[in-house]
């Protein structure tokens, strides 16, 4: 993958990766570049390389999740790790067992990367700055979600040729998205102009501030269509909002919901861009969401190949004697 920042490309050093906003636009590109190595280790008959082999990965999710912890767990199987899955209901966290006492008796079992999702923001912090392991950040309350951010870049890569120069509007629960969060700063760092979009009670104040001057804020959709390459749209998160932020979904959907006749404003090349789960008929009607414009499968494939890439980097793998793709 040729990017803006090719000539520059950063040699990894984090034991982590907790979020995009620490990192370097260097550091960003290098994982897109090893992701765009790994893409095509899916499209083999016998999809899995000894990248990782010896390693192990525990995927740790407080927080219910299918996509995320799936596409962990592939990757890092196709790497040829092996992968242990933990959920808070089961554990002994359920008999009152602290997140670090859990960590701790992992630790002790020798493992090398622990993915982390907890519903509070600021849970894959505390623990990586207590474990020998790497920490992954799989998404912490509202705070960050790296690689879904990461994946997105990835795809507007693919798709459009550049990141930088884009125009890219995000529209909906600005408030309570980590993916929000974290796409702000992975494309701002890397020369893209952002937009967001939503009804003022979904946009916290001073938001446009974490992009260094790349970020506006406007509430009216239509202006948040006209002249944007990518439409990113974000669920209404009910389960993380503490009091009714907006009237209805109805009302919602008749403000800022995408349609097809909405749409028509649009660039003719627009990506149509959704982390899911999809509230069909809410943020998106179906037929833009199985529409010629939708890449939202697509992000779902490229997941899996950056993913591998960042447990290759954080692992140290890069730094070993091991070969990514043979």
């Not at 474990?131 to 960050?144: L, T």
């Not at 979600?145 to 930088?164: I, N």
């Not at 932020?245 to 861009?273: C, N, Q």
């Amino acid at each position: 993958m040729a990017t803006e920042h090719a000539e520059q490309t950063a040699q990894w050093t984090k034991k982590d990766l907790l979020g995009l906003r620490h990192l370097t636009p260097e550091e960003i590109t290098l994982v897109l570049h090893t992701a765009a190595s790994f893409r095509d280790i899916s499209l083999r008959p016998i999809k899995k390389v000894p990248a990782l082999r010896g390693k192990t990965i525990v995927n740790l999710f407080f927080e219910p999740s299918t996509r995320t912890r799936t596409s962990f767990e592939l990757a890092a199987k196709r790497l040829s790790a092996d992968i242990v899955n933990i959920a808070a209901a089961g554990s002994s966290l359920s008999k009152g067992e602290t997140v670090l006492d859990t960590v701790r008796n992992l630790e002790a079992m020798k493992v090398d990367v622990l993915v982390v999702r907890h519903a509070a923001a600021g849970v894959p912090h505390l623990i990586a700055q207590h474990a020998a392991s790497s920490v992954i950040n799989a998404g912490d309350g509202a705070h960050e979600h790296p690689t879904q951010a990461l994946l997105d870049l990835f795809t507007m890569h693919e798709k459009k040729g550049r990141v930088t120069g884009l125009q890219v509007s995000i529209i909906g629960d600005i408030a309570h998205s980590r993916v929000a969060r974290s796409n702000i700063w992975g494309l701002t760092k890397l020369g893209a102009r952002v937009t967001l979009c939503g009804p003022p009670t979904l946009i916290p104040p001073h938001v446009e501030q974490l992009g260094q001057g790349g970020v506006r804020v406007t509430h009216q959709l239509e202006e948040a269509i006209r002249g944007a390459d990518v439409l990113m749209l974000l669920r209404i998160q009910h389960e993380r909002q503490e009091a009714q932020l907006v009237p209805s979904l109805r009302e919602f959907r008749l403000h800022y919901g995408i349609t097809r006749e909405r749409l028509a404003s649009a660039k003719p090349d627009v990506l149509i861009m959704h982390p899911g789960p999809v509230n069909r008929g809410v943020e998106l009607d179906s037929d833009v969401a199985d529409g010629p414009y939708s890449v939202i499968l697509d992000q779902v494939t490229n997941g899996l190949a950056v993913r591998m890439a960042v447990l290759y980097l954080v692992s140290g793998a890069s730094r070993g004697d091991h070969e990514a793709a043979d």
